[in-house]
């Protein structure tokens, strides 16, 4: 039998064995098929996020269901937060508290014009990555979330340098680089890949 998870994916997290059986879709046989189904949820959640008459953006609860809108025809753990450790995030019992610190630090940011708009954004983007709130489809569900968040503040969506960012590609490699140089408190390789 073909394990869809082996080799592991570069570009996702890896799955614990009970969240691999989490897998709803019996039909997938091949990672290219686990990654055509999770596009077509993807857009499904964008499309319900954009159809929402009112919205509160920075909210756990939206942020849960905006995952579960997401992932949920595809995976029975979609929104809910992960329950295990990884090899990236911060551990999984603090991520109520992280969430709640960074929303407030976000509305904090907007009220006081802290940083330009498209900073605001990118800053979000790259806490909500660091704190790896969900078992996967945490860089999807950020780079959503931080598109919405500047549509909010006056600004056009980003581009994310304008494919997808799987696999090891070279576009791959350059936002990993700028999440580091994120981590790093330099801001400037992300906001620039954002618009590229």
Do not use: C
Request: hydrophobic share 40%; aromatic share 10%.
């Amino acid at each position: 039998m073909i394990d869809i998870f082996d080799p592991p994916d570069d570009a996702a997290t890896p799955l614990t064995e009970a969240e691999r059986r989490d897998l709803k879709l019996a039909y997938i046989a091949t990672r290219d098929e686990l990654n055509a189904a999770e596009e077509g949820n993807i857009a499904e959640g964008q499309i319900w996020a954009l159809g929402l008459r009112r919205r509160n953006l920075l909210t756990d609860t939206f942020m849960k269901s905006l995952h579960r809108r997401m992932f949920g025809d595809v995976w029975r753990w979609a929104g809910k937060f992960r329950t295990s450790e990884r090899n990236i995030g911060i551990n999984h019992w603090e991520i109520p508290v992280a969430l709640r610190t960074l929303l407030d630090d976000v509305k904090a940011w907007i009220e006081h014009n802290a940083y330009q708009p498209d900073e605001i954004a990118v800053r979000f983007h790259h806490r909500l990555v660091v704190i790896h709130p969900f078992p996967n489809g945490n860089g999807r569900h950020a780079r959503m979330m931080a598109d919405f968040l500047i549509v909010e503040l006056g600004g056009a969506p980003f581009s994310w340098g304008g494919s997808q960012l799987r696999g090891t590609s070279d576009l791959r490699r350059r936002y990993i680089d700028a999440l580091q140089a994120a981590d790093q408190h330099d801001t400037g390789p992300l906001i620039a890949f954002a618009r590229s």
